[in-house]
């Protein structure tokens, strides 16, 4: 179980895990924290950054351990201690790590108007350490491949955002635009 030795490993970037059952049920420390979608300005470098030190849990040549649910709910804000962590490794797979920095992006096109993620879009991708390890046709590719998915994911389980974004098709453009504004 992918989850469990997440857990096992302790690291900074996860809750401490307080016990497990044979049938997969975990419990973890309770985090005074937020969710980062309710964040007025989440710090979007810092979030990068604790993506990457999640991709370098566990390396296989260009691949990594990779979250995949990039969704904001699972990334979280104690206040009190001044640190992000993430959560649900449910889906968590090796993989390569554009899967993860599209998906993470994704989720915010959707969510916001097109000016703040352009910022948004920037800070995470200019803040992701091993940006220059990112092969710019296959985060191209897993791009479109991720929107289908998403889209996919969204229809099936009835989750669409609460306020309808109309940047959201522009934004998706912007996450190319921008990924390649930073690496030329």
Request: proline share 4%.
């Amino acid at each position: 179980m992918a989850e469990l030795s997440i857990y096992e490993q302790k690291q900074e970037i996860t809750p401490r895990l307080i016990s497990s059952t044979p049938d997969g049920v975990l419990e973890i420390e309770y985090l005074d924290a937020i969710q980062i979608g309710e964040m007025k300005n989440p710090d979007f470098s810092h979030i990068a950054k604790l993506l990457h030190q999640f991709h370098l849990f566990k390396t296989d040549s260009d691949r990594v351990m990779c979250h995949i649910d990039n969704n904001p709910r699972n990334y979280l804000y104690d206040a009190k201690q001044e640190r992000y962590y993430l959560i649900d490794f449910a889906d968590s797979r090796m993989d390569y790590r554009e899967w993860d920095l599209t998906g993470f992006l994704l989720f915010w096109a959707a969510m916001v108007q097109r000016e703040r993620f352009k910022k948004i879009a920037f800070d995470f991708l200019n803040g992701y350490p091993a940006l220059k390890l990112v092969e710019k046709q296959r985060f191209a590719d897993i791009l479109l491949e991720n929107i289908c998915l998403f889209d996919e994911r969204r229809k099936r389980f009835n989750k669409l955002e609460p306020y309808p974004n109309p940047s959201f098709v522009e934004n998706r453009s912007i996450i190319l635009a921008v990924f390649n504004e930073i690496v030329d």
